[in-house]
């Protein structure tokens, strides 16, 4: 799990870092996880993990912005995937939690990413760097 989701992006942005900096800047745009910012019982190396990568995207962040390089993460909540399609129909009661807990009331689609991650792979956000953004409906706020 840790290879998987920390270790890997370490050596992909690390990777990138000198093509970037000789081209005068550049974007890294790391996927964390509602998970990046609270634990569940049930996840402890995922949640380790996806911390784990905001952490580091606030370091490369600090490391690299005078390379004009902007470094952030998305932090997607509860998204209607395959993968969650199966997870719905297996585990008793967890559409209800997600609903009952998520402030928008539904469960994210992929598409709701894509006014991000247009902002952060673009212009507009050359003073953005080092910020964790959840896209989670509201999930990770509430108490």
């Not at 270790?7 to 942005?13: D, G, L, Q, V, Y």
């Not at 909540?77 to 993968?83: E, F």
Request: contains cysteine.
């Amino acid at each position: 799990m840790l290879d998987s989701n920390l270790t890997s992006a370490f050596f992909c942005a690390r990777a990138a870092h000198p093509h970037l900096k000789r081209a005068g800047g550049g974007k890294i745009i790391s996927i964390g996880s509602l998970l990046s910012l609270m634990g569940m019982p049930h996840a402890v190396a995922y949640a380790a993990s996806k911390g784990g990568l905001v952490q580091m995207t606030r370091a490369l962040a600090t490391a690299w912005a005078a390379d004009n390089i902007q470094v952030n993460a998305i932090l997607p909540g509860w998204i209607r995937t395959d993968l969650t399609e199966s997870a719905r129909r297996e585990v008793p009661g967890l559409n209800e939690r997600v609903l009952s807990r998520t402030s928008a009331g539904r469960w994210g689609e992929p598409s709701d990413f894509e006014a991000i991650t247009v902002l952060l792979a673009g212009p507009g956000s050359q003073f953005i760097t080092g910020a964790a953004i959840p896209v989670d409906g509201g999930y990770s706020i509430q108490a």
